[in-house]
């Protein structure tokens, strides 16, 4: 079955430090990756997203993904966060034929940055 | 409107209530979801309309759960006789054509007492 699971269920940061937020999916076929994000009182926006080629992605807000095949991973990076990151944090994943309905997504990563 | 929207942003209700709750996608969008995010937990899918075809249900937990979609737009998510598993927040998506991106509202935050 699909799957997409995130570890890390709440990450705690000081301001400046890196993040690196873990994805690993389970598929047998060529995949698309997301990474949506979901701020205190707000409807959950796309961050990133993969579907083919450069398997480093850029996001906006600074976040970065890349995809790594062999690892089946997806995991999420910032080299310098801020306080205004805090928010939870989901990946998802498709089959790349399928459409929007079999995305699955992870349980989430609340990440709280202290000022 | 720009985005979609989602009504109310808050319901509390008690067990044995039914309740329902709004959806408005984005104009011109065919393609709507339900989606559930109960506490601590990844996003369910409940129900896909699109266009005029027969929406897919396969995701709706129970009977007691039932959804519309009029004139192609809104969408109305009924809960009949609400159980405290039913809290959640209940979150609506719409996208275009292509099903390639989904576009989310705020989301519902039911409780159940």
């Known amino acids: 079955a699909q799957s997409v699971s995130q570890h890390n269920h709440h990450v705690i940061l000081s301001e400046a430090a890196s993040l690196e937020l873990g994805c690993n999916y389970s598929y047998g076929g060529t995949v698309n990756l997301f990474w949506y994000v979901q701020y205190p009182g707000q409807h959950l926006q796309l961050l990133l997203k993969y579907f083919s080629g450069d398997p480093l992605v850029k996001g906006i807000k600074g976040f970065e993904a890349e995809f790594i095949k062999s690892k089946f991973s997806f995991n999420l990076r910032k080299p310098s966060v801020q306080w205004s990151d805090t928010a939870e944090y989901f990946c998802?994943?498709?089959?790349?034929?399928?459409?929007?309905?079999?995305?699955?997504f992870g349980s989430g990563t609340q990440l709280t940055v202290l000022p | 409107g720009a985005g979609v929207s989602q009504s109310p942003s808050n319901k509390v209700t008690e067990k044995g209530k039914d309740v329902e709750l709004r959806c408005d996608p984005i104009?011109?969008?065919?393609?709507l979801y339900w989606y559930r995010q109960s506490l601590g937990q990844g996003l369910e899918f409940l129900i896909y309309?699109?266009?005029?075809?027969?929406?897919?249900k396969s995701g709706l937990p129970s009977d007691r759960f039932s959804a519309e979609r009029t004139g192609g737009s809104v969408s109305t998510l009924t809960i009949q006789r609400t159980q405290q598993e039913d809290s959640a927040v209940y979150l609506c998506a719409s996208s275009g054509v292509q099903a390639r991106k989904l576009f989310f509202g705020s989301g519902t935050q039911l409780s159940v007492l």
């Open positions: 309309f699109q266009g005029n075809s027969a929406p897919d």
């Open positions: 998802a994943g498709r089959i790349s034929s399928g459409s929007a309905r079999q995305l699955t």
């Open positions: 104009s011109g969008h065919t393609a």
